[in-house]
């Protein structure tokens, strides 16, 4: 989790030294910290368990969504293993 809230903190460091450039790095840290809590990229907002008392037709969707997103993830992994690839390699004769 740390790492995603250094990710946002990063991403949005510039935007909001745009919009406020008076304000002391201690301030947009504060509000960078504000705007987290509502963030989609933070993991505590994001959907990953079902509600107790979910119905039959609630499970089956959300078991093909997280399927959707596993194959996702495998896509995007194997492109940028196919990247790596492609780039050259450098020898050590």
């Not at 089956?60 to 492109?79: G, H, I, P, T, V």
């Amino acid at each position: 989790m740390k790492a995603a809230y250094l990710a946002y903190e990063e991403k949005m460091m510039p935007i909001l030294k745009e919009e406020n450039p008076t304000l002391r790095l201690s301030q947009l840290r504060e509000r960078i910290f504000k705007l987290w809590g509502k963030a989609p990229e933070n993991p505590m907002n994001q959907q990953t368990a079902l509600a107790y008392d979910a119905t039959r037709d609630e499970k089956l969707e959300f078991a093909r969504q997280q399927q959707e997103m596993r194959l996702e993830s495998m896509r995007m992994d194997s492109k940028n293993l196919a990247k790596r690839s492609d780039s050259p390699v450098l020898s050590l004769d």
